[in-house]
């Protein structure tokens, strides 16, 4: 008989496990790598307005942190060499319209 219940409790123990794993949500953070125009920097908050060359995202954020790498091909260069008009190569996490930047680059 105890061993009965023993099955039975490991068997609800484990549906019960198996039910929690349903309501753990999605990461809202995603790598991505694009290309897009700047339309406005701000160097004061070393962030900059960007309107993306290929996801139909509307404009965001691409915030900028001081580990962001920035490149003119292979030379490093500073956020305030970029302008606005410039198309850029990105690379970072998306979470929602803010993009923080791992790396930044002139794309000509």
Same mark, same amino acid.
């Given at each position: 008989?105890?061993? #009965?219940?023993?099955? !039975? !409790? !490991? +068997? %609800? $123990?484990s549906?019960?496990? =198996? $039910?929690?794993?349903?309501?753990?949500?999605?990461?809202?953070?995603? +790598?991505?790598?694009t290309?897009?125009?700047? !339309?406005?920097?701000?160097?004061?908050?070393?962030?900059?307005?960007?309107?993306?060359?290929?996801? =139909? +995202?509307? *404009?965001?954020? %691409?915030?900028?942190?001081?580990?962001? /790498?920035?490149?003119?091909?292979?030379?490093?260069?500073?956020? *305030?060499?970029f302008n =606005?008009? *410039?198309? #850029?190569?990105?690379?970072?996490? %998306?979470?929602?319209? #803010? %993009?923080? /930047?791992?790396?930044? /680059?002139?794309?000509?």
């Amino acid at each position: 008989m105890s061993r #009965i219940i023993f099955v !039975v !409790v !490991v +068997l %609800l $123990a484990s549906i019960a496990a =198996n $039910a929690s794993d349903r309501f753990i949500s999605a990461p809202s953070h995603t +790598l991505i790598s694009t290309t897009g125009r700047i !339309v406005k920097m701000d160097t004061n908050s070393r962030t900059m307005r960007i309107r993306p060359s290929h996801f =139909n +995202l509307g *404009e965001y954020t %691409l915030a900028t942190t001081s580990d962001t /790498a920035f490149q003119d091909g292979t030379d490093c260069i500073r956020f *305030e060499d970029f302008n =606005n008009g *410039e198309t #850029i190569s990105i690379r970072g996490i %998306l979470n929602g319209t #803010i %993009l923080t /930047a791992s790396r930044v /680059a002139k794309w000509d």
